[in-house]
């Protein structure tokens, strides 16, 4: 049984994030799939904890270099979800206590849509409206000279974010 499923929504049209996306995806369903099948889920919760580390680290450097404000709610997301991660790997490795990692595996499965939708979605619309490349690292735009209409983005990328 899939946790999670790969859809149509969850497509932003940028090629390296949509395939980042669709690995963490496979990655949850791999762990999930060990949690049902009662075996040792830890080497696949590695695997994805590794996988969302590198993930969100690749994320955090194109919001710098798209001129998001340093804090913004998209990478204070990033922050909690990997602070949670890895207190459940603590909880399982120290305590014994494998509980928190199935509770996180649902519980990442109901985020990961809805912020893939949300701040992902902005983030793919403020690179591309700065022209960054995220194969070469190049910017159009880059944060300092954009427009103040477009500078800095902030929040969750959107202007209107308040967070």
């Known amino acids: 049984m899939n946790t999670l499923a ?42 994805l904890l590794a996988h969302t580390e590198d993930h969100f680290a690749m994320e ?13 709610c998209h990478s204070s997301q990033h922050a909690m979800v990997l602070n949670v991660m890895r ?10 206590d494998r509980e928190p990692l199935g509770i996180l595996r649902n519980e990442l499965a109901s985020w990961f849509p809805q912020h893939a939708e949300m ?12 022209g960054f490349d995220p194969v070469t690292g190049n910017c159009r735009e880059p944060a300092a000279t954009a427009t103040a209409a477009e ?4 929040s969750c990328g ?3 974010c308040s967070g």
């Open 6 to 47: 790969w859809t149509d929504s969850l497509v932003l049209n940028q090629p390296q994030l949509d395939t980042t996306h669709q690995e963490f995806i496979e990655l949850l369903n791999a762990f999930g799939d060990a949690l049902d099948a009662g075996v040792d889920a830890l080497p696949a919760y590695h695997a």
């Open 60 to 72: 955090e450097d194109w919001m710098a270099r798209c001129g998001f404000e340093p804090q913004n």
């Open 87 to 96: 207190e459940a790997l603590r909880y399982a490795n120290e305590l014994n």
């Open 119 to 130: 701040m992902d979605a902005a983030l793919a619309w403020t690179m591309e409206q700065r």
């Open 151 to 154: 500078a800095p983005a902030h």
């Open 158 to 160: 959107a202007g209107g």
